[in-house]
């Protein structure tokens, strides 16, 4: 399954280091220097939103969504009270999305995800992959 890290920075990356030993990651990021592959050209199964909060957040991401048309969005970042919901309700409803902002613990940025694994070590991402494999 393709997973899609969108944004490589402190949260993005080391999402896409764990992502990548379990399915075909892709990795982009605004900064060329920063990125590691290209677009997923075929479905995705997980899109992973990674990149900071702006003014144009939800028209990049509900851009994204569309272009993209993952089973399931997860927004790592860090945004507006509100915004998960504006994001569902622009792309009719019909898209998976949750809000899954990354944790500071001391001075690392630690996706949710890290946090998860701990709780639940037993092939925690290949489970988590598994429940998004929704039709649509």
Known sequence: MNVFVIGLGEIGRPLYEIVKGVHNAFG?????????DQEPSGPVG???????YSEEFVEKVVGHIGKFNPNLTIVES?????????????????????????????????????????VYPSKFMEALIESTELEH
Do not use: A, Q, Y
């Open 28 to 36: 982009v990021d605004v900064d060329p220097d920063r990125n590691v």
């Open 78 to 118: 860090t945004v507006r009270p509100g915004t998960t919901s504006l994001i569902w309700r622009l792309t009719d409803g019909k898209h998976h999305l949750v809000h899954s902002p990354g944790k500071i613990e001391g001075h690392c940025v630690i996706p949710n995800v890290m946090i998860l694994k701990e």
């Open 46 to 52: 997980v899109m992973h939103i990674c990149f900071p």
